[in-house]
């Protein structure tokens, strides 16, 4: 009993790391594509008052 209960703890714990693992790689990856939208429109502006001079 105490050994398949230390291992579905372990199971729980690895199902959890994985879940909080994916949740933090989720919220650095739209921190990095909100740090980069500025100079990706600051970008665009420029080529559109390039074209429109």
Same mark, same amino acid.
């Given at each position: 009993?105490? !050994?398949?209960?230390s291992e579905d703890l372990g199971f729980a714990f690895e199902i959890m790391g994985k879940g909080m693992f994916?949740?933090?790689?989720?919220? !650095?990856l739209l921190?990095?594509?909100v740090t980069f939208i500025p100079f990706i429109t600051n970008k665009f502006e420029k080529r559109k008052n390039e074209k429109a001079e």
């Open positions: 009993m105490d !050994i398949n209960m994916s949740i933090f790689v989720v919220i !650095i921190m990095a594509i």
